[in-house]
């Protein structure tokens, strides 16, 4: 068994030679099968489960435990209901990583999925095929991916915050470059030579100073500022 395999999905439920298992959920077939197609040239890549309606998607993560799970948030002409498929996985299955694949770009609803804890948000259109596949490996790294026109578009989103800058400590700042590259609290705080629970109280007052609720969205309005470059 693959030494990535993850321990808290029954054996029978998954691939167990894959390092990267992934839920593919879009109504359309030839998209799913084009996924599939396009991710199953990497090694250890495998598609274990694909998805076309909303409870669909909650019962193959459920049962298949992914490390990604790509979806495009209109399975049903109900982008609100997509959304928050997409809150529920990142809090209900936290090892389970969120990817948008979208048809077009908006900006409220990119932004609200960024919120809702998306960590990918990729345009059909304009994604190729070797991106999706990056993208995929990226954000199960725990990695923000975001497609071409996306990150100008959340900066616009969230808006400016250089007026709040001043009011983050060096230490924030250091814990938040450290979020933007994917660590997580224990690798932030062995990195800085502090405690988990200092991660968090940095997190925390960050997160209070930029209005953000989650790490994605914390790591892009700092981008947006111009801290991380």
Same mark, same amino acid.
């Given at each position: 068994?693959?030494? +990535? ?5 029954? =054996?029978?439920?998954? !691939?167990?030679?894959?390092? #990267?298992?992934?839920?593919? %959920? +879009? ?18 890549? %495998? ?26 948030? @209109? ?20 090892? #389970? ?27 059909? +259109?304009?994604?190729? %095929? @070797?991106? =999706? ?6 954000? *199960?790294?725990?990695? #923000? ?12 989103? =969230?808006?400016?915050?250089?007026? *709040?800058?001043?009011? =983050?400590? +060096? ?6 470059? &450290? ?7 224990? *690798?932030?705080? %062995?990195? !800085?030579?502090? #405690?988990?629970?200092?991660?968090? &109280?940095?997190? *925390? ?25």
């Amino acid at each position: 068994m693959s030494p +990535d395999a993850r321990s808290d999905v029954p =054996l029978g439920r998954r !691939m167990p030679n894959a390092s #990267t298992r992934v839920v593919v %959920a +879009d109504r359309n077939v030839i998209t799913r099968v084009g996924i599939r197609s396009i991710l199953e040239r990497n090694t250890g890549v %495998a598609v274990i489960a694909e998805a076309t309606s909303y409870d669909a998607v909650m019962d193959a993560v459920d049962e298949h435990g992914p490390d990604v799970l790509i979806i495009d948030l @209109d399975l049903g002409d109900d982008t609100t209901r997509g959304l928050k498929i997409c809150e529920d996985i990142t809090e209900n299955y936290p090892n #389970t990583k969120v990817l948008v694949l979208a048809n077009t770009l908006n900006e409220m609803i990119v932004v609200e999925a960024l919120r809702r804890g998306v960590t990918g948000y990729l345009c059909k +259109d304009e994604v190729r %095929a @070797d991106e =999706l596949g990056k993208g995929v490996k990226a954000v *199960q790294e725990g990695e #923000t991916v975001l497609g071409k026109g996306v990150g100008s578009m959340v900066a616009r989103g =969230l808006g400016s915050v250089r007026g *709040q800058i001043d009011h =983050l400590t +060096d230490r924030e700042l250091d814990v938040i470059r &450290f979020v933007s590259k994917g660590h997580s609290n224990k *690798q932030i705080a %062995a990195a !800085m030579y502090i #405690t988990e629970s200092t991660v968090k &109280f940095h997190l *925390q007052n960050a997160s209070k100073k930029l209005g953000t609720h989650r790490r994605a969205e914390l790591a892009h309005r700092a981008t947006a500022a111009g801290l991380l470059k």
